[in-house]
Nanobody, 116 residues
């Protein structure tokens, strides 16, 4: 049973930056895609960014140009670099990993709060 654990959340002012990390307990080659989702209070969970095993990426329109997803296969870790943060980026951010057999794993979430 794989486990994924997020870290790096916190409180940041508008315009600031944070980097989230998602560490997997198994080789990331076990997953064909990994990604970040977020859920704000009173809203549904939404996709933020994904990265495939080949390094292809996709982003929500709301974060394009501000967020960057990347992976370090040697460390079994996926990162989400978040720049130019806005109030509306406040949410719990979850890491997600999917295998080719459609098994899905979720982390416990990390809170990101953008506030002045």
């Amino acid at each position: 049973q794989a486990q994924i654990v997020e870290s790096g959340g916190g409180l940041v002012q508008p315009g600031g930056s944070l980097r989230l990390s998602c560490a997997a307990s198994v080789s990331m080659f076990s997953f064909y895609v990994m990604g970040w989702y977020r859920q704000a209070p009173g809203k549904e969970r939404e996709l933020v960014a994904i990265i495939t095993g080949r390094g292809s990426t996709n982003y929500a329109d709301s974060v394009k140009g501000r967020f960057t997803i990347s992976r370090d296969n040697a460390k079994n870790t996926v990162y989400l670099q978040m720049n130019s943060l806005k109030f509306e980026d406040t949410a719990v951010y979850y890491c997600n990993a999917k295998t080719r057999s459609d098994t899905e794993y979720w982390g416990q979430g990390t809170q990101v709060t953008v506030d002045s």
